[in-house]
T-cell receptor, first 115, second 114 residues
Framework: SAVISQKPSRDICQRGTSLTIQCQVDSQVTMMFWYRQQPGQSLTLIATANQGSEATYESGFVIDKFPISRPNLTFSTLTVSNMSPEDSSIYLC????????????FGSGTRLTVV | AQSVTQLDSQVPVFEEAPVELRCNYSSSVSVYLFWYVQYPNQGLQLLLKYLSGSTLVKGINGFEAEFNKSQTSFHLRKPSVHISDTAEYFCAVRTIQGAQKLVFGQGTRLTINP
């Protein structure tokens, strides 16, 4: 199955700054997803990223705060903008893979701490 | 919209004992079902999935799950757990048609005691 390389693995950032997280997949995938996992919580979908079109955001998430790029079928970035301590979370990317897209591969996550 | 409820936030068991992690889902349409495991400071790893066919699904590391459509459940079981099974377990669903996004349950922290 596909392998996703996600970086950085962790970062400590100052409030008011932005961080861009990158995910590289070792094969072409149609759909990529970005999740947030707050401390001790489950995964919440931020947006779905399709190549060649704008990302589709879930309720409660907006493009100005979490701009996403999907320039090709193997790469995507998520930017966390104008960060506050409430943005401290683990951010994970995922891709639907396999025949029929019934498989999902996850990156290892980015642990973000905003101070 | 779909939703997933994992009935136990924490499950402590002794090593070599059996375990069941419960998952119930809600959906007005047919769904696919998944169980993922997350070890500390790692991403998610697929344990097993139900797409169609036999309702008893076998996965990696000796885990299995049974799909029960009438009870809208997909409970995960292992007959004998090991210390290395200590992790967070997530149940997830996606609809067969439409968006391919996964909806996750709240997670169950499985702790294996010696």
């Amino acid at each position: 199955s596909a392998v996703i390389s996600q970086k950085p693995s962790r970062d400590i950032c100052q409030r008011g700054t932005s961080l861009t997280i990158q995910c590289q997949v070792d094969s072409q995938v149609t759909m990529m997803f970005w999740y947030r996992q707050q401390p001790g919580q489950s995964l919440t979908l931020i947006a779905t990223a399709n190549q060649g079109s704008e990302a589709t955001y879930e309720s409660g998430f907006v493009i100005d705060k979490f701009p996403i790029s999907r320039p090709n079928l193997t790469f995507s970035t998520l930017t966390v903008s104008n960060m506050s301590p409430e943005d401290s979370s683990i951010y994970l990317c995922s891709a639907s893979t396999g025949a029929g897209n019934y498989g999902y591969t996850f990156g290892s996550g980015t642990r973000l701490t905003v101070v | 919209a779909q939703s997933v409820t994992q009935l136990d936030s924490q499950v402590p068991v002794f090593e070599e004992a059996p375990v069941e992690l419960r998952c119930n889902y809600s959906s007005s349409v047919s769904v696919y079902l998944f169980w993922y495991v997350q070890y500390p400071n790692q991403g998610l790893q697929l344990l097993l999935k139900y797409l169609s066919g036999s309702t008893l699904v076998k996965g990696i590391n000796g885990f299995e799950a049974e799909f029960n459509k009438s009870q809208t459940s997909f409970h995960l079981r292992k007959p004998s757990v090991h210390i290395s099974d200590t992790a967070e377990y997530f149940c997830a669903v996606r609809t067969i048609q439409g968006a391919q996004k996964l909806v996750f349950g709240q997670g169950t922290r499985l702790t294996i005691n010696p």
